[in-house]
């Protein structure tokens, strides 16, 4: 999802009226690019937090579990060396498949909830890490992906594409 020019029409209306529908649960499209920009500033990685929080100004970011750097690590290289793959999870003769299997059982039963800091501006909406479809495909969920890892041009770009 992060590389835009390599998605197809279909895909970048799917996460652009994904990604739209977030910002305005959220209070709007500047209140959800601040949020982004926000968490891509944080150091370490937002995902560390040992409250399980990411907490500012026009809201906040929870989820339910701990998630250790090492995870995130793995996260990161796992994310970018199968992004042209079907599935995140490799295969079962690859070195790093039970590593990156612990990795999904870590992370799949987590709901992440965001949540603008007044009510006025929206309810929020919630997400988990992964999905998976009928073939046991496991792939990273698009507002996941977005809120943690793709660039700001790349998430304005899918904002503002026009079908």
Known sequence: MCDFNNLTDEEKLHFHTLLTTAANNYGGTNFFLQLIEALR?????????????????LGDVRWGKTIFN????LLKETRINRSAEKSFLPDTEDKKYKKVLNLIRTLDPITFSVR????????????????????????????????????????KKILNHKA
């Open 41 to 57: 500033s944080a150091s370490p990685h937002p995902l560390t937090s040992r409250h399980q929080d990411f907490l500012f100004d």
């Open 70 to 73: 090492d995870k995130v690590e």
């Open 116 to 155: 603008p800091s007044l009510r006025d501006d929206g309810e929020g909406f919630d997400f988990k890490a992964f999905e998976t479809n009928e073939a046991k495909e496991v792939k990273l969920t698009p507002l996941f992906e977005a809120l943690f890892f793709c660039s700001i041009d790349t998430i």
